[in-house]
């Protein structure tokens, strides 16, 4: 069963005619996604310090802080298909996940599609990593605590740096994968299943894809799709969020499952009667607060602040 919340706020966003993402310009989606935060997100949890930076190559990029002295850092990637979103739209889940968990969080300004196409978010994450460890001092932050997460297009990236920085000798401490895509090829049963009627839709999910990748030929990249790394082995310990009602539901079920059969440490949690994106609207969906609370949780055990 679709949770009531989540299906009121379906019913009111077809009732006023909130055109899909995947009718607009990305100029115009990237607005209305900006738009819609004031209504659907609880109001920002202050913190110790928020503060906005520039990292390598000018990437815009905003520190929070729930404490002082030395902490562990979560680099966070925000989700929108590689197209929208910005640090604005996952400010209050960036302070929640820093208040919840203790540690300091760094949320990262990438590079998106169309503009600037794959793989240029991917290695502007993998960047935004290497520059708060080089810069741990200043930013306050144990270097051999740094974690990466994010949401849906986020968790992608996330997984990917994970891998990426594996095999350049410079593993995480741990992975935060909230209903990440990890198949640009979208073959998991929940595409068909979940492909319309909950916000998140295959046509949506086809015109990130479009704006994000240039060819058909890079779906198979594992750089765009790390469910089809060669090497899942010896990646750092992983939490993976799901949606019941999100066509990504079953790509992050299948990769728990791949990272899990390699050996590594995972964490996989489904919230049955969710849709996708529920974690960034708390105001109107109680279950996002609690995913929040979970994930900050789960971090706070894994990179131990003030330990």
Known sequence: MLDPQARAL???MSERGVPPLHTLAPEEARRLYAERRFYTQPDPPPLAEVRDLRGEAGIALRLYRPAAGRLPLLVYFHGGGWTIGDLDTHDVVCRTLARDSGCALLSVD???GPEQRFPAAVDDCIAAVRWARREAAALGID?????AGGDSAGGNLAAVAAIALRDAGEGLAFQLLIYPATDMRALAPSHR???QGYVLTADTIAYFRR???ADEASWSDWRASP???RDLARLPPALVLTAGFDPLRDEGLQYADALSEAGNQVQYVCFERQIHGFVTMGRVIDEANTALSLCGSVLRSALKPGG
């Open 193 to 195: 299943t979940n492909g």
């Open 110 to 112: 990438y590079r998106m």
């Open 10 to 12: 379906i019913d009111l």
């Open 211 to 213: 704006h994000y990748i």
């Open 143 to 147: 270097p051999a605590r740094v974690a």
């Open 227 to 229: 469910l089809l790394a």
